[in-house]
């Protein structure tokens, strides 16, 4: 991108891993996976494009997702792996605004791909890709550091974060 265009305005963290991992069978390769696509490859590609998106005053947007704040079953290294990028997204923006880089976070419910069509559990309130779009626009438009949707479902989630442990478990 630099080479042919010069510079780099923004860096969308959107490669994840997705599948199931449970409890008493995950692996090192499930971690690597997991962990990897999630996680670190976000944090080194941010610290990658730093220079040019100090020059741009650009931006960095990381895919996260509604389950980094309450657990889908079955899914404890993705499920940890997302919560460690929100959390890698909120440092960033803190320590990347004197920097002039914004930095924001996407968390999307469950959206159309050929990825969730191979999903076995239920998934409420799915969208299509246009609507992810439009839903991901309007944050930005609106300033938003977080962007969820779609919110007849993530603002359920999010209600939920707010209860003790002992009422979700």
């Not at 990028?85 to 923006?93: D, F, S």
């Amino acid at each position: 991108v630099i080479a042919h265009y010069g510079r780099l305005d923004a860096l969308v963290n959107n490669a994840s891993s997705f599948f199931p991992t449970a409890m008493g069978e995950i692996d090192e390769a499930a971690w690597l996976d997991l962990i990897g696509s999630n996680l670190k490859a976000p944090l080194f590609l941010a610290q990658a494009a730093n220079p040019w998106l100090q020059a741009a005053q650009g931006a960095i947007v990381n895919i996260t997702d509604i389950h980094a704040e309450r657990p889908l079953k079955n899914y404890p290294l993705y499920c940890a792996a997302k919560a460690g990028l929100a959390m890698l997204t909120q440092v960033a923006a803190l320590e990347l605004a004197p920097r002039n880089i914004r930095v924001n976070a996407v968390s999307p419910g469950f959206v159309e791909t050929p990825l969730t069509a191979q999903n076995t559990h239920p998934m409420p309130a799915l969208i299509t890709p246009e609507r992810a779009a439009a839903e991901i626009l309007q944050g930005w438009a609106r300033g938003a550091f977080e962007t969820h949707f779609p919110r007849r479902f993530t603002c359920w989630m999010n209600t939920l974060r707010l209860l003790p442990y002992r009422a979700f478990f």
